[in-house]
């Protein structure tokens, strides 16, 4: 028989500080994450994977001086015993000794200890399906009945982290995070359909109702309808909106725009910060405390980068705005980037964004009732970086785009593939509405923390027809 | 010829596989697997010669899947202890019961031999792992500067990721395998900003990540010496170079670029899983379904496209798939058909009237114990024609042409049709010669046309294996490293877009 003694995530914090100092590390930041998940997969109407899994993280980040300076080290294991503690913290230390001064070095964080910090790490567990999983039977057992394929993925998972350091922190922040994404479609696999939302605990998501709005935009897709590639009037749902705000999301780096690689680069040098981007009141704000989208509300940083740091680790994070009616306000910085720019503030990355324009109200059903001719985009998918210098994207519609004529959704359209830039999207966009929690259909199963209005753009490039679907 | 780490073999690996399997069997699975899996892993990023960060990880846990009452349950956790194993095993078996509601296709495997106490090492020389990591910065450093100290250069970021991947499987057949898999993939780009205007552009090392240790960094099988001197003439040219007219081109493609375009338009394309819809809600299906084996047009006859697990420094290559099943090598698609798919043991089971044989092919794969095993791309390649032709006389067919080496920027639909590509050199080829480089080129195609257009295939000689390290499928996703070997290539009539008209400027 093995034994193993498994240490607390408490435990393993103050075994690994002390084990770093006793080395002779001067500084040391430890990230201990408890991850437990359980997930459903379906297709063509049956269940195909599942999983329950329970996984652990310890990093271990040792500071030592190095000349006139501080070097850092980092190491990381899953699942860390007493004695495997031992060896990740030697080589975090060793791994500071054998590197320079570190160009982003600052003094670790000084210490808080959170409220809650001896709890246990929260859990999940198919349990989360209790209710779920049955109405999902009944749903695929009713679309086999109506000869429709359902297709699709439920996924919570819990995160519990922990963070100490030898300057007093003692943080913990326990995060859930879930959502379903849903393929429908028609029997004879010629129409498509999607509909996805995240959630907290599943409490909120009915498998039926899914199904019955994929039935809906199905029953749209009766009438086909072929229209060329072209510059049409496009309106983008809050879903296909995030997936493409989530890039100019991931763009806000400030090291890159202050090297002048980035769309957010001034032609002349230095960055675009109080530059306007957009003629319109757009915003675009991150807030770890915003209800519904909560995120880890301190930096957590496992390595440096030209927006964050691991001797940031553990920074309070304070809401704030990327850019304010339409003027690009801040870039992702870290203490040492921020220095580097001059930026205005210290502003590290943040798990959440809200996208929205000020005053925008109505839904996507309000910018259809406006439109005269033009395209309903549900989502869009394989979006990747065609010009870095404009953000220049391409990628494809996908599983729903529908034609719009006086008003109304009068049936569906064929795919295409799209050349857009998403920093050109703000300043063109001409009507939007109000910002709702949303799930990207590309981005969302690893970033699912959006808030995104519908907008209406008259000239989205559709570059080409694809004959997907 | 190097042997799998001691310290994974200390692990007590077939003891906690007795214990899982014999509780799965207990509680009524008709088949029950066990995976304990290493993974290690270091990240060097270094930012203008300058390190940026750096970190090594490991990921050690263990998972079971089991087979009961016709209905898959997988579960995995972290303690390597028996106790733990046996919990494993019966929350993958409480797991099928609770799924079992919802499950309407009773799980049948395909028959395999069994490998009793197996063990594979992939082909490298130097574990990275292995070496001290002040070694390793200084080479990346060395290569950083030659960059930065060339004119023209402003900035310089050198990567370098190197995995060692121990993994043992057992199952209740009998089978039980233990493997180590090495693999690095290093990443190195010149920029140029010009001062006045602020338009920018970078310049990417060529190299792609290979099945190799870190002898690949110091030239084994990459010649880093004579790269890393052209790279900022390369950057220059380019910066300088006229923007492209769009229209329609004949393209030499340089296997730096089209291993890519394989991967995504051949790789995903012939992947059953998609085929038959279970990527649906992801990653997507794909246009050449199972109707179409032996019949459909994929492209000119003188394509060849293998799939295979067993390519000496192959990303995809394995001694045994995580279902047990050994390496093989395949046709995918002859003389331009559709001729065969990448399967997994139950895909292989259910369609084997319509395939014609009754084995996987074993592309079975599981990205770390924590995630289930599902069908990943084997190594699928182009294969050169015998005495066929060099990439100077391919370029020697165009009289109106554009030359692409490396790759950059890519994109499929979700049906494997429409791709757009994109690359780091594109050279304008006039009258059977190189004629400079051109900018803001883009090429867009559908996939049985593009393949169709296929002229000529280069020999052996052009033949250059490329790859990728990240690629993504499944929910939750899983990330798969795969190789695609090629020769160059002619294909006539693509269609090139001029990626500064498409931005609308």
Not at chain 1, 128 to 140: H, S
Not at chain 1, 433 to 453: H, K
Not at chain 2, 261 to 267: D, K, M, P, R
Not at chain 2, 474 to 502: D, K, M, W, Y
């Amino acid at each position: 028989m093995t034994t193993v003694i498994q240490l607390t995530p408490q435990d393993t914090i103050e075994r690994a500080l002390d084990l770093a100092a006793a080395e002779g590390a001067d500084g040391c930041v430890v990230l201990v994450a408890e991850t437990s998940s359980a997930n459903l997969r379906w297709a063509n109407n049956t269940l195909t994977t599942n999983g329950a899994m329970r996984g652990s993280s310890v990093t271990v980040i040792a500071t030592v001086g190095a000349g006139e300076g501080t070097a850092a080290g980092v190491a990381g294991r899953s699942s860390a015993t007493e004695a495997e503690l031992r060896d990740l913290v030697s080589a975090a230390v060793a791994a500071a000794r054998a590197a320079g001064p570190a160009e982003d070095a600052r003094p670790l964080v000084d210490g808080t200890v959170s409220p809650g910090w001896d709890e246990e790490p929260d859990e999940t567990s198919v349990n989360v399906y209790e209710k779920f999983a049955p109405a999902l039977g009944e749903a695929l057992s009713r679309a086999g009945k109506e000869n429709r394929w359902l297709y699709g993925f439920a996924d919570h998972e819990v995160i519990t982290l922990y963070v100490g350091s030898s300057t007093g922190l003692r943080l913990r922040q326990s995060l859930p995070r879930g959502f379903v994404t849903a393929t429908g479609k028609s029997g004879d696999l010629s129409q498509s359909a999607w509909v996805g939302a995240a959630t907290r605990d599943f409490s909120d998501i009915d498998p039926l109702a899914i199904d019955a709005e994929l039935t809906r935009r199905l029953g749209w897709a009766t009438r086909t309808i072929a229209v060329d590639a072209g510059r049409h009037p496009t309106v983008l749902t809050p879903a296909a909106v995030a997936d493409l705000a989530t890039y100019v999301y991931w763009r806000l780096e400030g090291r890159d725009a202050y090297e002048g690689r980035s769309v957010f680069s001034k032609p002349s040098g230095g960055t675009r910060i109080g530059d306007v981007l957009s003629p319109h009141p757009v915003g675009l704000r991150s807030d770890p405390r915003l209800a519904g989208l909560e995120s880890f509300p301190f930096a957590v940083a496992r390595s440096s980068g030209g927006s964050s740091s691991v001797f940031d680790n553990g920074l309070t994070l304070s809401a704030t705005d990327w850019i304010r009616g339409g003027k690009l306000e801040n870039l992702m910085q870290s203490r040492f980037t921020a220095d580097l720019t001059g930026a205005p503030a210290v502003t590290p990355p943040i798990g959440n964004y809200v996208l929205s324009v000020d005053g925008a109200t109505g839904s996507v059903d309000d910018l259809v009732a406006g439109l005269d001719r033009g395209l309903l985009v549900t989502c869009l998918w394989y979006i990747r970086v065609v010009e870095p210098q404009t953000l220049l994207l391409t990628g494809l519609t996908r599983d729903g785009v529908y034609l719009v004529e006086n008003g109304e959704v009068t049936g569906a359209v064929n795919n295409f593939r799209f050349n857009e830039s998403p920093v050109d999207l703000l300043a063109r966009f001409t009507a939007a509405g109000a910002t709702v929690p949303s799930f990207s259909r590309e981005w969302g199963d690893e970033f699912s923390r959006t808030a995104t209005p519908p907008l209406l753009v008259p000239d989205f490039n559709m570059s080409s027809v694809s004959q997907a679907n | 010829m190097p042997e799998v780490d001691a310290s994974f073999l200390a692990l007590p690996r077939h003891e906690l596989a007795s214990a899982a399997l014999q509780r799965a069997k207990d509680l009524g699975a008709t088949f029950a697997e066990f995976r304990l899996e290493r993974i290690r892993s270091e990240s060097i990023s270094l930012r203008d010669g300058v390190l940026e960060s750096a970190s090594d990880d490991e990921d050690l846990g263990l998972a079971v899947r089991v087979i009961h009452d016709g209905t898959w349950g997988f579960a995995a956790g972290v303690a390597l202890s028996t106790d733990e194993a046996v919990r494993i095993a019966e929350q993958a078996v409480h797991l099928a019961q609770v799924s079992r509601p919802i499950n309407s296709e009773p799980i049948e495997l395909a028959d395999e031999p069994v490998y009793d106490d197996v063990t594979w090492v992939s082909e490298y020389e130097i574990d990275p792992l292995s070496l001290p990591r002040a070694e390793k910065v200084a080479l990346l450093t060395d290569y950083s500067n030659r960059l930065l100290q060339a004119e023209g250069v402003s900035h310089v970021t050198a990567h370098v990721t190197s995995v060692n991947e121990c993994k043992f499987y057992a199952n209740s057949e009998g089978t039980s395998t233990t493997q180590q898999r090495v693999r690095i993939g290093p990443d190195i780009q010149a920029i140029a900003v010009d001062a006045e205007t602020g338009r920018f552009d970078s310049m990417a090392s060529c190299v792609p990540p290979a099945g190799r240790g870190w002898e690949y960094m110091t030239g084994t099988g990459w010649n880093w010496d004579e790269e890393l001197a052209q790279i900022p003439g390369w950057l220059a040219e380019k910066m300088a170079a006229p923007s492209v007219e769009a229209g329609a081109y004949d393209l030499v493609i340089d296997p730096t670029n089209l291993w890519l375009t394989i991967h995504e338009s051949i790789g995903h394309a012939t992947e059953l899983d998609r085929a038959l819809g279970y990527e649906a809600n992801y990653a997507g299906t794909s246009f050449a379904t199972l109707d179409k084996l032996n019949t459909l047009k994929y492209g000119s006859p003188v394509m060849h496209v293998t799939g295979d697990r067993i390519a000496e420094h192959g990303l995809s290559t394995v001694g045994y798939d995580d279902e047990g099943v050994a390496g093989q090598q395949w046709d995918l698609v002859k003389d331009g058909i559709l001729v065969g798919y990448q399967v997994d043991r139950r895909m292989a089971k259910v369609n084997e009237g319509v395939l014609g044989t009754s084995r996987s092919n074993g592309c079975a794969y599981a990205d770390s114990a924590g995630h289930i095993p599902i069908q990943r791309m084997a190594n699928v390649s182009l294969q050169p024609v015998p005495d066929g032709p060099s990439t100077e006389e391919l370029i020697a067919k165009v009289k109106n042409g554009i030359y692409i080496v490396g790759d950059k920027s890519w994109s499929i639909d979700m049906q494997r049709y429409n791709f757009q590509f994109t690359g780091q050199r594109f050279y304008k080829i006039t009258d059977g010669k190189l004629d400079g480089q051109l900018r803001d080129v883009a090429y867009q195609a559908t996939t049985t046309d593009f393949w169709g257009s296929m002229e000529a295939v280069g020999g052996p000689q052009t033949y250059v294996l490329g790859g990728a390290l990240n690629c993504g499928k499944a929910q939750p996703a899983q990330s798969g490293a795969v190789t695609h070997g090629c020769p160059s290539a002619l294909f006539r009539g693509v269609r090139i877009l001029n990626t500064t008209q498409e931005a609308g400027r």
